[in-house]
């Protein structure tokens, strides 16, 4: 069976189309970081309106791309919540409205169960049950994963997430956005022990917190400002970088520990950062745990892993009717 799948859920409007729910035949993804810029974070309203633009002609590329056509297609699956409400609505409401009138089943996908589920798209696949990190713009969570529709939180950020921090010391240090690969990138220059950044609640909880250590960054950028000095950008994106790769690591192995799982996994955008994939793989390797590492591709937002996650609700014999709302939180986190 052919998947047409839509994502819509912040700032990149994607369609996949898969086989079976495994087998992706094409992922297209239509960013809009060029019309958000400028303003240093997303709009939600410029947004949405994007997203209607886009919608269609992407979904319309991934069906080229896979060389299949609307006829083909027996299962939508779209993205019904969390993120931007508005931009949900549109990738959502087009699904279900393509689905009626070409009375083809629609499903409703929770964008976190998506990120959970993202590593099944590629070779090396882990068994279940598994622990995951869900590492985003929006989410800082682990989740034990029991099968491809079954996910118990085991802890999740008290304040900002990960991503969020990386995005707002990216603006801090006029780096663009988004934030994660521009802070990324100068950490590589930088020395990782440069500033002693706090890593919170480490007191063996599984829980996060990021905006203590926002706030250490912010008061460090400060200092040099008022001094006259230059501010050494590399030094801090290693050190900011090296602090959430710490707290994101130790905290996985731990949850993966107390839930008896001998497998993790990562997922999120955050997820992509190299330091925080070698440090995730060499503890990992310490302890005896076998560590998944979706592609980047799979890592950021896109409508492959919204496919996937669909085809086994659909599986499950979950639907969803016209009449289906989007939602802003996930019942999952
Ligand atoms: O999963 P995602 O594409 O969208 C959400 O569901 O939120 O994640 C986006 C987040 C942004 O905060 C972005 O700055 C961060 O992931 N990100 C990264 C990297 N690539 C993206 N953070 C750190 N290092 C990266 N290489």
Same mark, same amino acid.
């Given at each position: 069976?052919?998947?047409l799948?839509?994502? $819509? $859920?912040?700032?990149?409007?994607?369609a /996949?189309?898969?086989?079976?729910?495994s087998?992706?035949?094409?992922? &297209?993804?239509?960013?809009?970081?060029?019309?958000?810029?400028k303003?240093?974070?997303?709009?939600?309203?410029?947004?949405?309106?994007?997203?209607?633009?886009?919608?269609?002609?992407?979904?319309?590329e /991934?069906?080229r791309?896979?060389?299949a056509?609307?006829?083909?297609?027996?299962?939508?699956?779209?993205?019904?919540?969390?993120?931007?409400?508005?931009?949900?609505?549109?990738?959502?409401?087009? +699904?279900?409205?393509?689905?009626?009138?070409?009375?083809?089943?629609?499903?409703?996908?929770?964008?976190? +169960?998506?990120?959970?589920? /993202?590593?099944l798209?590629?070779?090396?696949?882990?068994?279940?049950p598994?622990?995951?990190?869900?590492?985003?713009?929006?989410?800082?969570?682990?989740?034990?994963?029991? $099968?491809?529709?079954?996910?118990?939180?085991?802890?999740?950020?008290?304040?900002?997430?990960a991503?969020e921090?990386?995005?707002? &010391?990216?603006?801090?240090?006029?780096l663009?956005?988004?934030g994660?690969?521009?802070?990324?990138?100068?950490?590589?220059?930088?020395?990782a022990?440069?500033?002693?950044?706090?890593r +919170?609640?480490?007191?063996?909880?599984?829980?996060?917190?990021?905006?203590?250590?926002?706030?250490?960054v912010?008061?460090?950028?400060?200092?040099?400002?008022q001094?006259?000095?230059?501010?050494p950008?590399?030094?801090?994106?290693?050190?900011?970088?090296?602090?959430v790769?710490? &707290?994101?690591?130790?905290k996985?192995?731990?949850?993966?520990?107390?839930?008896?799982?001998?497998?993790?996994?990562?997922?999120?955008?955050?997820?992509a950062?190299?330091?925080?994939?070698?440090q995730?793989?060499?503890?990992?390797?310490?302890?005896?745990?076998?560590?998944?590492?979706? $592609?980047?591709?799979?890592c950021?937002?896109?409508?492959?892993?919204i496919?996937?996650?669909?085809?086994?609700?659909?599986?499950?014999?979950?639907?969803?009717?016209?009449?289906?709302?989007?939602?802003?939180?996930?019942?999952?986190?």
């Amino acid at each position: 069976m052919l998947i047409l799948a839509i994502e $819509s $859920s912040c700032d990149d409007t994607a369609a /996949a189309v898969l086989e079976d729910g495994s087998r992706v035949l094409a992922s &297209v993804i239509s960013s809009q970081h060029s019309v958000h810029e400028k303003y240093g974070g997303v709009v939600p309203e410029l947004a949405s309106r994007c997203h209607i633009e886009a919608v269609w002609p992407v979904a319309e590329e /991934a069906l080229r791309q896979a060389g299949a056509t609307l006829d083909e297609i027996g299962l939508i699956a779209a993205t019904q919540g969390p993120g931007l409400v508005g931009c949900l609505l549109v990738g959502f409401t087009f +699904a279900k409205s393509l689905a009626l009138v070409r009375n083809i089943p629609c499903v409703g996908v929770d964008h976190l +169960a998506g990120h959970l589920l /993202a590593i099944l798209l590629e070779e090396n696949k882990p068994a279940f049950p598994y622990t995951a990190l869900v590492a985003s713009g929006g989410t800082s969570s682990l989740f034990a994963v029991s $099968s491809p529709t079954e996910f118990r939180l085991l802890g999740r950020t008290r304040d900002d997430a990960a991503g969020e921090a990386f995005d707002k &010391v990216a603006k801090m240090l006029n780096l663009g956005c988004p934030g994660g690969p521009a802070v990324s990138q100068r950490a590589e220059q930088g020395r990782a022990d440069a500033f002693a950044f706090p890593r +919170a609640l480490a007191d063996g909880s599984v829980d996060f917190s990021f905006s203590g250590l926002k706030t250490a960054v912010m008061n460090q950028v400060n200092r040099f400002q008022q001094a006259n000095q230059p501010v050494p950008v590399e030094d801090i994106c290693a050190s900011f970088e090296q602090a959430v790769a710490d &707290v994101l690591t130790e905290k996985t192995i731990i949850a993966a520990k107390r839930a008896g799982h001998r497998q993790v996994v990562l997922g999120g955008g955050v997820a992509a950062n190299q330091r925080l994939r070698r440090q995730m793989a060499a503890r990992c390797a310490e302890e005896d745990l076998t560590c998944f590492l979706p $592609s980047s591709a799979f890592c950021t937002d896109n409508a492959a892993m919204i496919g996937l996650a669909g085809w086994h609700l659909f599986q499950a014999g979950q639907r969803v009717g016209p009449d289906a709302d989007a939602f802003s939180r996930s019942p999952l986190n």
